[in-house]
């Protein structure tokens, strides 16, 4: 990129310079309603006029690009809210997980409703307590 800048800039500069030269006569410039003129060389005259247009050209751009940036600018903020609320969802969802977890594992023994030293589960006539008529 720093190349393609100098392809372009150096044959821009060579002409603004040779336009120089080659315009060095004087000019009086001077506003119609006001009383003041000022002599000035060709060149400069012209050079200043192509500057304040490119300003003002790119600060009509800029301004009108206002609302895109705005706009821009908002999404981003909610893009951060948003990022914020997940990180805070996912760690009350971990939270939770967690005390779920520690509220149903079986303090000591086999897990309920399992026979003892596998993970199938107990028959319903086993796990009953039987009745005395």
């Known amino acids: 990129m720093r190349h393609i800048s100098w392809i372009v800039t150096i044959p821009v500069a060579l002409v603004a310079i040779l336009f120089a030269i080659s ?3 004087i000019v009086t410039l001077s506003l119609w309603p006001l009383p003041f003129t ?10 200043v006029a192509l500057v304040l247009g490119f300003l003002a050209g790119g600060f009509v751009v800029w301004n009108s690009q206002r609302r895109h940036r705005r706009r821009a600018r908002r999404e981003g903020n909610r893009v951060l809210y948003l990022e914020r609320e997940l990180k805070e969802a996912q760690a009350r969802a971990a939270a ?3 005390r779920l977890a520690e509220s149903t594992r079986p303090v000591s023994g086999p897990v309920a409703g399992t026979l ?3 993970a199938l589960p107990v028959p319903a006539a086993e796990n009953s307590t039987p009745t005395v008529h």
Request: charged content about 15%; hydrophobic content about 35%.
């Open 23 to 25: 315009n060095r006569g």
């Open 38 to 47: 000022l002599a000035t060389p060709v060149y400069l005259a012209t050079l």
């Open 96 to 98: 939770a997980e967690k």
């Open 116 to 118: 003892p030293g596998s």
